[in-house]
């Protein structure tokens, strides 16, 4: 798919690991994973395998926001567009050196409220799907970042509200909406549990939650997955298409 996925090795078990994901708009079928290898003498070590993407099922819901969110001013229209530009310059400049280590952590302590992929209709009109998680927290809630990374963005926007952007490294990306209040300045590393921020209700919110997403190299994925595996601490990182 035109992806690099980045490999390190586990020194405990001597097995690579790297992280890879797809998008909600890949058809699903049997895609191939070509990987090669070097042996210490040199030798090149080439091999596939097969990766099956099965199609998922998504509940659709009706949302009701404040009209601004669906029927947005010519000024509002103005910040939306600059919005829009400082997140495709900030979602480009990601590095290459992995900052996450070992397992992600849920960001905060709660019942998830709305799942990945859920497709929703704002107002009866505008339409779009979940691309990530939703956590019921009442205002003022604890956020903590999931994984070692460096904050590329805090500030609000108009959709997101308050929002922090934290770069794991590898392109991988964790967004943080809807905050009441932001604890980390841009630029800042933070590690796995830190407080960066308390949950809210900005921007397009009916209400306070917090809402995690997740971007892979340009596609969001499900965090609940990346939450839930079991990842070892590694060692230095190599890359492969």
């Known amino acids: 798919m035109n992806h690099e996925v980045f490999f390190a090795l586990d ?6 690991v790297g ?4 998008s909600l708009e890949i058809r699903p079928g049997r895609y191939l994973l070509a990987l090669s290898g070097k042996t210490d003498k040199g ?17 659709k819901i009706t949302v009701n926001v404040p009209k601004q969110f669906t029927e947005p001013s010519a000024e509002q ?3 939306i567009k600059e919005d829009q530009a400082l997140k495709k310059d900030v979602f ?4 290459a050196t992995r900052e996450w280590q070992g397992s992600f952590t849920a960001p905060v302590s709660a019942v998830v409220s709305d799942v990945f992929g859920t497709a929703r209709v704002f ?15 009442p205002s003022g809630t604890v956020v903590k970042a999931i994984n070692g990374g460096t904050v590329l963005l805090a500030r609000p926007l108009f959709f997101e509200g308050n929002c922090v952007v934290l770069d ?3 392109g991988l990306l964790s967004l943080y909406l809807h905050l009441s209040k932001l604890e980390v300045k841009e630029g800042e590393h933070v590690s796995r549990g830190q407080e960066i921020a308390l949950s809210g209700g900005t921007g397009r919110a009916t209400g306070p939650h917090l809402h995690i997403a997740v971007r892979w190299q340009g596609i969001y994925v499900n965090p609940a997955t990346l ?11 190599e890359s492969g298409e």
């Open 92 to 95: 480009a400049r990601v590095d």
């Open 227 to 237: 939450i839930q595996l079991k990842l070892p601490s590694l060692g230095e990182s």
């Open 43 to 59: 030798r090149e070590v080439p091999f596939t395998r097969e990766v099956v993407v099965g199609k998922g099922k998504y509940r």
């Open 19 to 22: 992280i890879a994901g797809v």
């Open 11 to 16: 020194p405990g078990t001597k097995t690579w």
């Open 168 to 170: 794991h490294g590898q």
């Open 123 to 137: 107002n009866g009109k505008t339409q779009s799907m979940h691309q990530g998680v939703d956590y019921a927290v």
């Open 77 to 79: 229209l103005v910040q």
